[in-house]
């Protein structure tokens, strides 16, 4: 009994004390009463921290290696990694996330738990993201590509060709927000912003405008240019990368607009739910032609399409049915149009050489190449704009240059003569709702530009006269 009195008591006297502390304690107002020692927690927080952190450097290990001189493999041998681990692991990398070309500068992690790996990422340095690899065991059991969080707006571009499309998307086109700080203060921040301009450019005169206009030939100063483009705004580290182009204008300062206009849809001959984005015409023509002008885009001609020419190399004069186009060693090399590789090696005094055979009887060859593009073959399918090997000076060459040629229905043509068929219009209710969409993205283009836009001068209908008896 003597034993649970005591407890009673004790009871007692801890709910008294908590009433007396309750009646004399001060309520205190958010705005009044002992600022919080915030330092107090901020030290027990970071005490907490290091000592997860103890506990983890006792579990988990993390080594980093990067490309550098070498290849993948000694990347991958350089994280401890070798056997049948190294073996998949490249295997992984290469084939299944077709991380195909690494570049100097590309790092690699690998997670170790306990000695045993438990996770490798890779980080290529000029994509958004990483490649990872999980392991259970030791064997690697779900891979997939991870990007970078993103969020995308538009932005609208004007500027006034003065010595070259290049100079001009620099002096104009580089966002502010580029980078974190807003300016470029080191080397990474620089290539980040050659990199934007090498993107933007190449969208605009690889892709958009390669079937309207020859950036070698037309491109006059007093030229103006305007684009509307969508580019992806990553908050993680605050910086900005192009996305693609939704329409564009080219001005000539001699007269005439070329236009690239928007349509989302789905194509008829895809199996694939994908929707796609296509370009037109402001009446709904395709902006696309069944062939390229050209293979190699800024390319210089350096020898054309003739019945008689000296040959360099040979001495003597011979027929030259095709073009050369002059360009750096390894610059690329782009199929001109859709089509099945039915030659892809070494072609005499062609050198490195593929040929391509098209719809409607037409083949195209390319010589003199330095390599090959990747994953192809005799048979492979390639698609316009696809890149199938890059510039060099095999075979019978003075220098590094392309020798393009182009056969109909057996018989060579002249390239720049050939008149290339378009490729299907929008018709009917799909026409119908490119129009309505088109006016719309003008309207928003022209506020975000802040003036109005030029567009194309209906030409006068020509007046019909009754001939006079």
Not at 270 to 280: K, T, V
Not at 300 to 321: C, E, N, Q
Not at 406 to 423: F, H, L, Q
Request: hydrophobic content about 35%.
């Amino acid at each position: 009994m003597l034993r649970y009195r005591r407890n009673w008591l004790a009871v007692v006297l801890i709910v008294a004390a908590v009433g007396v502390t309750m009646m004399f304690t001060v309520s205190v107002d958010e705005n009044t009463g002992t600022p919080w020692k915030f330092y107090t927690d901020m030290d027990t927080l970071d005490s907490c921290r290091m000592g997860m952190l103890t506990v983890l450097a006792d579990t988990i290990d993390v080594h980093t290696s990067a490309i550098g001189e070498g290849f993948l493999g000694g990347a991958v041998r350089d994280l401890g990694i070798s056997g049948g681990q190294y073996l998949s692991t490249c295997g992984i990398l290469m084939d299944s996330l077709g991380w195909t070309v690494q570049r100097a500068g590309d790092t690699l992690s690998a997670i170790y738990c306990h000695d045993q790996l438990s996770e490798l990422r890779a980080y290529p340095r000029n994509r958004r993201g990483f490649y990872r690899i999980c392991y259970t065991d030791g064997s690697p059991v779900d891979w997939e590509y991870v990007p970078q969080e993103r969020w995308v707006r538009q932005r609208a571009i004007s500027c006034e060709i003065s010595t070259t499309v290049w100079d001009a998307l620099w002096e104009t086109a580089l966002p502010e927000d580029l980078t974190e700080s807003g300016i470029l203060v080191n080397s990474r921040d620089s290539s980040r912003a050659v990199g934007y301009i090498s993107e933007l450019q190449r969208a605009l005169t690889d892709r958009l405008f390669v079937y309207d206009i020859d950036f070698y030939y037309d491109v006059k100063v007093g030229d103006k240019l305007w684009i509307f483009i969508e580019e992806n705004r990553y908050p993680v580290d605050g910086e900005t990368g192009f996305r693609r182009i939704l329409a564009a204008k080219y001005q000539f300062a001699y007269g005439g607009i070329a236009e690239a206009f928007p349509f989302f849809h789905r194509p008829e001959e895809s199996d694939s739910a994908e929707i796609i984005l296509d370009h037109y015409h402001r009446d709904g023509a395709s902006l696309r032609t069944m062939f390229l002008k050209m293979p190699v885009p800024f390319g210089r001609v350096s020898s054309g399409y003739t019945d008689a020419r000296m040959h360099p190399v040979l001495g003597y004069t011979r027929a030259h049915r095709g073009i050369d186009y002059a360009a750096p060693m390894g610059t690329e090399i782009y199929a001109v149009g859709d089509g099945v590789i039915t030659l892809r090696g070494w072609s005499g005094g062609y050198g490195n050489m593929v040929r391509i055979r098209h719809a409607n009887g037409y083949e195209t060859g390319y010589g003199h190449m330095s390599n090959f593009a990747s994953g192809q073959s005799v048979g492979s399918f390639v698609h316009q704009g696809e890149i199938i090997g890059y510039i060099g000076t095999t075979g019978l060459s003075t220098g590094p240059h392309v020798h393009f040629e182009m056969k109909r229905n057996g018989s060579y043509v002249n390239p720049a003569t050939e008149i290339m068929p378009p490729a299907d219009p929008l018709e009917g209710e799909e026409l119908e709702r490119f129009l309505a969409e088109m006016s719309v993205i003008e309207a928003q283009w022209s506020m975000l530009t802040g003036t109005d836009l030029p567009v194309p001068q209906e030409e006068p209908e020509a007046e019909t006269q009754e001939s006079v008896e």
